[in-house]
């Protein structure tokens, strides 16, 4: 049994109208195309679980502790007593460090497990001040990350899946195609039992309201999803597909909107996660259970 988790920053689920972009997307958004008040027609049998980002805390929710709250089940706004914005603080920090999915799944014996996504040397070689939840966990858990020599080598997948953000950057790495991508992805989750992938472009599109990078963002992502779906073997892997916060569904304004999140699940174990799923804080719990439980049947 595995787990593939695809972390996309910012995106929501919001009415159907022209400020949001997977409506204007119509048939090529799937299977992203969610929307209020409506029941989504999944591909490859995938599930829905309406995902409450807001978890009981005043104001519009945030990335540090959203993405917190992903990785480690802890409701970390609540905890904080705000919703943190941008790269976690020392307090969020040592909740990842103690309780990310990556220390709970190596404690239970639960591996080898992977974060899919390459880094460029400028991380390696001057590391920043601020960094994400992932790099936390991922630190804190002694996982090794991916560098550009795994790229080129089809063993990591660019944050731009597409490598277009590497080869601005001046890096001497081929273009993918959202299906070559898909197929890298697919590999890892075959060798690993968890799997972790991450994109962020969704939510920076959001943030300038820039309604021609949206479409195109999410046409190529919605792709890059169908592909990884078509290629992951979905009798033994669960893929689960979840965001920290509402942004891009509504270009109407800049924020994080307050809507609901998706948590889609296919394969295996997708009903256990449209069960379990609530809010961000029920994600890592449901993996762990996914990861270290016979499939458990309910009347
Ligand atoms: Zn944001």
Known sequence: MSVLLIFIDGLGIGTRGEHNPLS??????????????????????GVLARTDACLGVEGRPQSASGQTTILTGVNAPALLGHHKQGFPNEQLREIIREHSIFRQLKR???????????????????????????????????????????????????????????IDAGFDVERR???????????????????????FITDRVGHAQDMDGALRVLAALAAFVRSVLATVNLRSTTVIL??????????????????????????????????????????????????????????
């Open 108 to 166: 239970a014996g639960i591996g080898p497990n992977a974060f899919a996504n390459a880094y460029t040397p400028r991380f390696f070689q001057s590391r920043p001040r601020w960094v994400s939840a992932t790099t936390v966990a991922v630190e804190a858990a002694g996982l090794r990350f991916r560098e550009l020599a795994d790229l080129k080598a089809n063993r990591a997948v660019y944050q731009d899946f597409t490598n277009g953000l590497v």
């Open 242 to 299: 979840t965001s920290d916060h509402g942004n891009v569904e509504d270009l109407s304004f800049r924020n994080h909107t307050r809507n609901p999140v998706p948590t889609l699940a296919w394969g295996a174990r997708r009903a256990e996660v449209q069960r379990r799923v609530r809010t961000l804080a029920d994600i890592t719990p449901t993996i762990t259970h996914i990861l270290t439980r016979q499939e458990t049947t309910h009347a």
């Open 24 to 45: 204007r997307l119509g048939a090529q958004a799937s299977p992203l195309a969610f929307f209020a008040d409506e029941e989504p027609e999944l591909p490859f049998g």
């Open 177 to 199: 195609t959202p299906e070559e991508a898909a197929g890298v992805l697919a590999a890892i989750v075959a060798e690993h039992q968890f799997t972790l992938y991450e994109y």
